[in-house]
Every structure is written in C-alpha cells, then in structure tokens.
C-alpha cells in the first residue's frame, strides 16, 4: 500500500481532513430543484437535494479529473439501462457513509476501494422524498392521476369498479372536481367530467379544457411540470395513479400497473418520493403490447392512497437504509467532486437519488472538540511521505470558506509540520 494510500485510509478512520479524488462520473444525473442535470453541468452556487431532501447548495465544483480507478457501485432492487438504473460510477477514493449489513457495528465513512476489498455487504441510508415547493399547475395532480390510470385516452371520462365510484367521486368532489355518471357497464361505471352532455367546447369545465390542452392527453405520461411540482402535489398524483391503476397486496407491498412510458413514469414519481420502487415486465396474451408492466414497492414514510379500503392495507417499511449488490471495477472514465453546504455532508445523486458522501473536511470540528480545544495528537508516526500528503490536505482547507473550519486547519497543520521537524532535527542528531 502506498505512503498516500495508508495517510488517506488514517484520515478516514480517524474523522481527518479528506478530499474525495476524482469523484463521481460526470455523466452521473443529478436531480436538482429545477429538473435533471449531471455531475459535470453542475457549478458552485447551483442545487441539489440534502438527505432530509431539502435542497442544499453547491459550494465547490472543481474541473473533472482524469485516471482515475473507477468502480461502477449498484444497489438492491435490480440494474437497468437508462433512466431506470439503480448504479452509478465513482472513483476508488470516492466517500460513503455505509454500515455492514446484519452487524451491530456503528455506521462510519468508507471508500469505494475499501468496501470493493472487503468480503462483507455494506448499504448507505436512505434519501428522503425531495422537497419542493407547490407550484401552479393546469389541473388537479389527483385528477390527472386518476386519469392516467383509468381514463379514456382522448377524452375526459374515467372508468371505475362499483365498488369505488362512490368514493372516487367524494375524493374528486373534495378537490372541487365535479363529475356526473355515464351509460355504464355491469362491471364498470364511468364518470365525466367535461360537464352536461350536449356542452360547447368553450363551456366545458377548466379541467377538461386545460387536460385537452396538454399533451398527455393523446398519449399517456406524467408531464415534466408535474414530475417538478411540490411534494405534496406529487403525492397527490401517486395516489390518483394508485387509486385507479394501483393495488396493496396481502404481503402490504404496493403494485402499479400500466403500459411501459407510465409505468416508467411511475418509477421515476416515485423515486422522488423516496420510494425504492422495482419494475417488471409480465406477459399476457390478451394485451396488444404482449403484456404490462409491474411497478412495486413497500411504501416508506407516505401513504401513497386515499381511497380508504386500499390504506387500511398499506404497511410501512422500516428499511432505512440501502444494500449494495455490487461494486466492480469498471474502465477509467472522467469524474468530478462536488461539495455541498450540508451538515451531514450528504446529497442525492444518481437516477435513483441514492445519498452520496461529501468531498471535503470530514468532521474536523468534531475532532477538534474531541481534543479539548486542542491539536489532536497524532495516533501513529508518520513516515516522511505521509507528512506531505496530511500536509497537502491541510493547506487546501486552510483556504476554504468556512472560517471554523480554516482556523483548526491551520491549528493541525501547524501540529504536523512541528512534529515533522522535529523528527527531523531529531534525526540530524543521532546521524540518522
């Protein structure tokens, strides 16, 4: 192990200066308060998402680094292409916070590296549903829901099961959505509402013509200014989804169906919820597309219904943290650090939004207090190499913004440049 190696694995264990080399993959998404971008858009200033999902900003985003050892990192709930992966790319050196799964061991800060080294099975916490604030939107994001999942593509008529329509309209009359019942089916009823039959297309009500207006109305998705509206909008646009499309089963998991740009759509809702939703594909003869999609998912911290015989059957999860399934290395590709003004040091990245560990100055205040206000002492002796690379890591923080943070740089950096010299009077003495 190299002398920059062993200083690097110290400062971890130890809670010391460290800086993240290389980062994660610039072409990593990164769900921000304003849509998606990726790692090598961002720039200091922007926003990202916090652990409790608020945002949190961007305080430092260097230029992206080359050579790099690269190990793509893949979490449980299964590896897909595109927009419903669940892995992501990161350096060797790259920081987690992580504890071993079924041990009774304290949660602490590991590298890439180390967990890929290690015969053991490690998960990260979990993110928390993003916080956003509500926003205007053309209709109700239940109604749409509830559209989406068992409207007439087309038109503004929405079918349901006997059982439900009485409580699918008080739902939509408790959100000022008025609708009247049409010719309907023995299994089926439908309701309208684009108002009395025989009305003009200018004295339909807003809803209908708004919803006419959009462009999922020919082709069923969840628009982008949904995807970005306010938390609580989006929760109420999963439970539309789940009160007409959705279902809890007897194991308290909560399933989705719909065709695959929906069903897509509905992973995506509710991966910003905080939810760790998988999807499979299931063949049926009777469909045109050979089959539909299955969306599942054990809620956590949401209800995702209103319909009330559906949330009398909804468990809760107590997963609060998230298993790795694999590390591998992979081909060297360009990767960034970024570092974020959060206390925790944490912040969402990746499709999933999975929690990524800050790049910088871990816990120097705390270890600062730990000495009693004065210069930890060192736990080992440094060779001559390690002083230079503590030394090095120390005057990069000497420089950063936050005035706590430079003053016991600059405290400990001084402490290991005396010991340093001392050593090295010490050896001119003894001829060494």
């Known amino acids: 192990m190299s002398a920059q190696q062993r200083a690097r694995n110290y400062a971890v264990e130890s809670n010391l200066a460290v800086s993240d080399a290389g980062g994660i993959s610039v072409d990593t998404p990164m769900p921000t308060p304003t849509g998606w971008t990726t790692v090598g858009q961002l720039k200091s200033g922007d926003a990202v998402f916090g ?19 690269c190990y793509e990192v893949a979490f449980a709930g299964g590896q897909r ?7 992501i790319v990161v350096s060797g050196e790259h920081l987690w916070l992580t504890e071993v799964v079924a041990s009774d061991a304290r949660s602490r800060i590991r590298t890439t590296r180390e967990m890929a080294e290690e015969d053991r099975k490690f998960a990260i916490p979990r993110a928390a549903a993003r916080q956003t604030p509500t926003v205007g939107l053309p209709i109700d994001p239940y109604l749409l829901g509830v559209w989406l999942g068992d409207g007439s593509t087309g038109d503004c008529n929405i079918a349901s099961g006997w059982e439900d ?50 462009e999922c109305f020919r ?26 499309d959705g279902c809890a089963t007897t194991a308290q998991q909560c399933v ?3 065709r695959r740009r929906l069903a897509e759509d509905a992973v995506e809702l509710l991966r910003s919820l905080g939810q760790l939703p998988t999807i499979s594909f299931v063949g049926d003869a009777r469909s045109r597309e050979g089959g539909y999609y299955r969306v599942s998912f054990t809620p956590w911290r949401i209800q995702p219904f209103a319909f009330a015989r559906k949330t009398i059957r909804v468990g809760s999860s107590r997963r609060d943290w998230v298993t790795i399934a694999s590390i ?78 430079r003053a016991v740089a600059s ?22």
């Open 219 to 244: 082709s069923k998705h969840i628009p982008s200014n949904y995807m970005q509206s306010g938390t609580e909008q989006r929760l109420e646009l999963l439970r539309g989804l789940m009160d007409t």
């Open 165 to 214: 329509v009485e409580e699918l309209e008080r739902q939509l009359a408790s959100r000022g959505i008025r609708t009247r019942r049409l010719k309907s089916g023995e299994n089926v009823a439908r309701l309208s509402f684009s108002g009395s039959a025989g009305y003009q297309a200018a004295n339909r009500p807003i809803p209908a013509i708004r919803l006419r207006e959009m």
């Open 328 to 405: 591998r290395k992979v081909k060297t590709l360009p990767t960034r650090r970024i570092e974020v003004d959060a206390a925790d040091r944490l912040y969402q990245a990746g499709p999933v939004g999975h929690l990524i560990h800050n790049t910088q100055e871990v816990d120097y205040r705390q270890a600062w207090r730990d000495a009693g206000g004065q210069a930890p002492r060192w736990k080992k002796q440094f060779t001559p190499e390690e002083d230079a690379v503590i030394l090095d890591k120390l005057g990069h923080l000497k420089r950063c913004p936050d005035e706590p943070t």
């Open 411 to 432: 405290e400990l950096h001084r402490s290991v440049r005396s010991i340093r010299n001392r050593r090295r009077q010490l050896l001119r003495q003894t001829g060494g």
């Open 81 to 87: 292409a595109g927009r419903l992966a669940t892995s």
């Open 51 to 69: 652990s409790d999902g608020s945002p949190v900003r961007v305080v430092d985003a260097p230029p992206a680094e080359l050579g790099h050892d």
């Open 256 to 258: 989705f169906i719909g």
